[in-house]
């Protein structure tokens, strides 16, 4: 349904309007995911990889645009609580399957780690940047969501990762985190660790409060600022 003004009736901007995800393939994807479709979500996913889509291309424009569509869906009450967490199910196999088909890096590629930090449940994002930075040859590995600040300063001296890719969509204490965080950049930095930011909750104001590498709007992003530590063929 394609509403003209929906705000004229308390309704969000874009509200009825599935044309802000890109491609056919991307509405199909929705639909899927707001059915539970796990087989025809994973179709429409690995073909467009089949196609020749690179893994950044898919969660910018098809995974990420469903699920921004799908939480302006949940705040209009037009689909279910369950039908959001199954959507994420689903998203979370079909990621998987995208991990199995890139493979994973040489043994002598760079390592990098990523995660989620303390009090954000997000799991996609997250997971998402693994499989983009095994697309491009780096042995990625995601430590999952709601990691506490200091076991990555750990992770850091201990495995000695190239990089470290951070989602922040949800920030309990701003002052703490944005302390917590610029500690965590001086040990990334003293062991030589780019620290790669991005996520809903990065707006311009924390953005200025805090150190890091690089902050990416999107995995395109990040993969350009991948290319320029590493690239397979070592040119
Ligand atoms: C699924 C979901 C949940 C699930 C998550 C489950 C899971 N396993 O992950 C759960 C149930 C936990 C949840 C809870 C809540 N949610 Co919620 N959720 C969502 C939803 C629908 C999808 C999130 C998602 O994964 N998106 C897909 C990712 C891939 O998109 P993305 O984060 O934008 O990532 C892209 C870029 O930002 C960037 N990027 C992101 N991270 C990184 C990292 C790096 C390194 C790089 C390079 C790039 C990058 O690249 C990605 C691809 O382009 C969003 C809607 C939305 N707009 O996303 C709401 C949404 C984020 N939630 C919202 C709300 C309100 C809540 C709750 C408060 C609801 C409640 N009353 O309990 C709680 C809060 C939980 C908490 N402690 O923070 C609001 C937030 C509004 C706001 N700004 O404050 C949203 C926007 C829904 C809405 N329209 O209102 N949620």
Do not use: K, Q, W
């Given at each position: 349904?394609?509403?003209?003004?929906?705000?004229?009736?308390?309704?969000?901007?874009?509200?009825?309007?599935?044309?802000?995800?890109?491609?056919?393939?991307?509405?199909?994807?929705?639909?899927?995911?707001?059915?539970?479709?796990?087989?025809?979500?994973?179709?429409?996913?690995?073909?467009?990889?089949?196609?020749?889509q690179s893994i950044a291309e898919i969660c910018d424009r098809m995974l990420a645009p469903a699920f921004h569509r799908l939480g302006e869906l949940w705040r209009c009450n037009q689909i279910e609580v369950y039908q959001e967490r199954r959507a994420c199910e689903v998203c979370l196999r079909v990621i998987h399957e995208l991990r199995r088909a890139v493979g994973s890096g040489q043994a002598n590629a760079p390592l990098a780690l990523g995660a989620t930090l303390d009090g954000d449940p997000y799991t996609l994002a997250v997971s998402m940047g693994e499989v983009v930075l095994r697309d491009l040859g780096w042995r990625s590995v995601s430590l999952g969501n709601m990691l506490p600040f200091e076991t990555l300063h750990r992770a850091i001296e201990t495995d000695r990762p190239r990089l470290m890719w951070l989602s922040v969509t949800s920030i309990r204490d701003a002052d703490r985190f944005i302390a917590s965080f610029n500690t965590l950049f001086d040990t990334a930095s003293a062991w030589e660790c780019a620290l790669v930011v991005g996520g809903q909750a990065f707006g311009s104001d924390i953005r200025q409060r805090l150190r890091y590498t690089t902050y990416c709007d999107t995995f395109g992003h990040m993969a350009s600022f991948a290319r320029t530590l590493y690239t397979e063929s070592g040119q």
């Open positions: 349904m394609v509403l003209a003004n929906p705000e004229a009736i308390g309704l969000p901007p874009g509200t009825g309007d599935d044309s802000a995800i890109e491609h056919a393939a991307g509405i199909e994807f929705l639909t899927a995911l707001r059915e539970g479709n796990e087989p025809e979500a994973r179709r429409i996913i690995l073909d467009a990889f089949l196609s020749g």
